[in-house]
């Protein structure tokens, strides 16, 4: 006789989508635009990438084996790939290998083990990571390589390479300059107006990512449609990257229209692989953002308006990283606070009335 | 961005997949061979078990009353073929737990010899009491698995003066489609039940709601629905739960029911298509339910089929019939995979929530493998009463009940959507299964022990009280014999 003695609940079926698979999902959407990042920056960016993403997997192996569980199938749910992975594309293409193993370190160490691993922090890892980069390490963090494609003669050798990412870049100034929003800063500085600083600013180039910018960030055009391809696939949803776009736009729209020549039009905003990043692949981390619909309008409503502020009256002109941040500080007020409606209850939670026929 | 578009009046909900061809392109299989003993329970309905009136021993017939309701809320039991009664006793139940309930045990004589009822001519003559009263009398009760005895439900209907009675035919589990073939191939039966019913609560319109992918089924009843305009065929969307009674009643009335209220109240009541076929049975037949059209399906099933047995068929003699593969089965599930228990073994009656007995393969099975919840929120998407799954399990894993009391442990379905979609394989309807018989039995304990408190001070007041008394009757007597002691002495002085 057949005898099954452990009781089970339903759902007796399930839907086939596991953790590991929405994490490889979401590495497949960024491949694009991180390969593009790779072959723009050449070896030097190569080498950082695979160190960031060999000592992220090895701090999350380390911590593992602090808690004393089982490594394997910790490593194989993806998430610690993932974690280095964004962290690689939000640095600057040539900078030292340290400061990959530094950011994964922080990044797994204290963006996401002393909470207590996966699915318990309260910051995006990445950002937490990229942030502490910036204060502590400002000048590595801004030194942005000019575009220089594997294979292209003008192009540092494998040898020169090995140098750039493992001791040091030297005669920084000959291959290095400033990014778009970088140069608007510095530029307004001097007292310059909007229209002459954009004389040689190419949307045509931003578009595709052959620009000066992070390693895996220049990209709007393949970075957003990484992003439209996961929400067709149903792993993000529509709410935060549109209330987050939307925001900037509209916000940079109406100043753009009040004061064109010191605020920046929104398409060189939204024209932005960092924008794109952000709105797509950053905001969306599940752990950090809230859990409803509403509540992710919200949250990437102030993801917006934040991003917009920093980069237009804040010291740094990427400051997406801190936008997402104090955002997912307030994702537990905004979930406390914006609950969807329980069926056959008001928003209260009292029973609805019956309506009088 | 379905988000964007999708109708105001679905919530939540998935589309499972729905493995339901096996069964619900081939006719209802009705030569079951007879079992030799059926085991018939008391309880197969919400409310108080029937009381048995027959004695072991006693010849039935099929159809005959076995064990009458008690009480409001009840149903009757009727034997399900004729035959010897071996022994009113208890035997494990239905259920997950298998656990001991009383049954009737029924030796049949093979001959499945109906007990003759006379003919009541047009039954559109009764009166609409009489209708319930019959209805009852068959022990009809809710087959889409409530099992909330009909009876009443027409009663409330009746006496709400309700303005739409709605046929849930969604069938939104997947792999049944016993539902499905039955409105295929009954479906006048059918359509006469609803308008039967429709006299019995005195309401003149009714809608009868098919999902979308059961064309053939929704064709059908449309063709027998025609002749009579207070009968409407609609179809509705494909989505788990659709035949979640309120999200139905909301989807096609725009009603919602509050929470605490039943659905005749705002004036809408429910029925599934199973109920209708079996009021048209009682009512035109004089035949009580006793048997129904059961599913058996699933990957360790070699001919899964839609098969009509008697009420109390063991499954072990059913999944004999249906070729089950023991070697290959991982899980016996009865009802659908979403909302159906899992059975500790097969020995076991069928009954009249029994709307489907599955055999799953490893393979069909959701992964078990538990991992961390990453907060992707689909559960919260998903859920249809619009719940926050992810924080009441969190809460629930910290012993928290009464927090998750209130964020609304007492409003789930338990429809399995949570379950279903979560990409960590959290158990959560488990959880909250668990959550809500924990917070009963605590309530039940805190109950106790007032109840203990109270009897206590009671004795405590009773003890003091009796003490009083003594000491009061003490010093009365001490009181009276000075009294007589000093009567005692003034005389003898006077003397």
Redesign the interface.
Known sequence: ???????????????N???R??MWQVMLALSPATVFGLWCFGWPAVFLFSVTLTSAVLFEAFCIRLKGKAVKPVLL?G?ALLTGWLLAMTLPPWAPWWLGVVGAGLAIVLGKQVYG????NLFNPAMLARVALLISFPIEMTTWANVSPLFFADSPSFADSLGITFSGLQNLDAYTGATTLGYIKTEFSQHRLLPDILKDYSAVLNFIGWTRGSLGETSTLLLGLGGLWL?RQNII???IPVSLLMTVALLSGVFHLLDSDHYVSPFLHLNSGAMMCVAFFIATD??TS????TGQLVFGAGCGLLIFVIRTWGAYPEGAGFAVLLMNAATPLIDHYI???????DRK?K?????K? | MTGLFSNWRIRGGVHAEERKTSTATQAIVTDFPLPKKLYIPLQQHVGKPAEPLIKVGEVVLKGQLLAHSQGMISAPVHASSSGVILDVNDYPAPHPSALPIRMIVLETDGKDEWLQTPDIGDPFQLPPEDISLRVGAAGIVGLGGATFPTAVKLNMGRENRIDTLIINGAECEPYLSCDDRLMQERADAIIDGVRLMLHGMETHSAVVAIEDNKPQAFAAMTAAALPYPSVKVVQIPTRYPMGWDRQLIRYVTGKEVPVGCRSSEIGVTIHNVGTAYAVHNAIRHGRPLVSRVVTVAGGAVQRPMNVEVPLGTLIADLFNFCYVSPEKTARIVMGGPMMGDSLPHISLPTVKATSGILALTQSELKDTDEQPCIRCASCVTVCPAGLRPLDMANNIRANQLDAAVDIGLKDCISCGCCSYICPSNIPLVHYFKYASGEVAARQQAQHKSEQTKRLMEARQARLDRIAQQQKEEEEARIAAKKERDRLKAEQEATV
């Open positions: 006789m057949m005898t099954h003695n452990k009781p089970s609940s339903g759902a007796h079926v399930g839907a989508r596991s953790v698979q929405i749910d998430s691993g996966l699915g318990q929400i949803q529509w709410q599940y752990v809230p859990n409803t619909a609950r969807p409606r329980i069926y056959g209850r939670g029973p609805l009335e019956i309506p026929p």
